[in-house]
């Protein structure tokens, strides 16, 4: 496999939303709506990692991006605002300097903010303004 290198994390936006956008996640959310990224005509494979026990961690792939997630226990619903991608290539056997995707990964994530920027502890909270 060939490796691209790492560019780090990239805050692109903070985003206020209208009552009428967040209405509109949060049906998308409860309907489980997803939608799909492609790499070179490859669909990509969600991996979602849940924690089944205490220190263990399952990867589990799924069809299609989720818009986000509903806590139950809280009952309130977090958008998946970034998005971890990992492409895997191959050198094309005779060139050294191509390559094809071979497999595309993303894995959704509700990252919450605080003043200094985003903060890994929370979860995007899906509110108005």
Do not use: W
Request: aromatic share 6%; net charge negative.
């Amino acid at each position: 496999m060939v490796g691209l290198p790492h560019t780090g994390d990239i805050e692109l936006c903070r985003v206020k939303l209208d009552a009428e956008t967040v209405a509109n996640y949060k049906m998308l959310i409860e309907q489980d709506f997803k939608y799909r990224l492609y790499a070179d005509g490859l669909p990509s494979a969600t991996v979602v990692s849940k924690n089944e026990q205490k220190h263990t961690q399952v990867l589990q792939y799924h069809e299609g991006i989720p818009v986000g997630e509903i806590n139950i226990m809280e009952g309130d619903e977090h958008i998946y605002n970034h998005l971890e991608i990992t492409i895997k290539l191959h050198k094309v056997a005779g060139s050294k300097d191509r390559n094809r995707v071979v497999g595309f990964d993303v894995e959704p994530k509700s990252i919450g903010c605080n003043k200094d920027g985003p903060d890994a502890s929370k979860k995007a909270e899906l509110k108005v303004g």
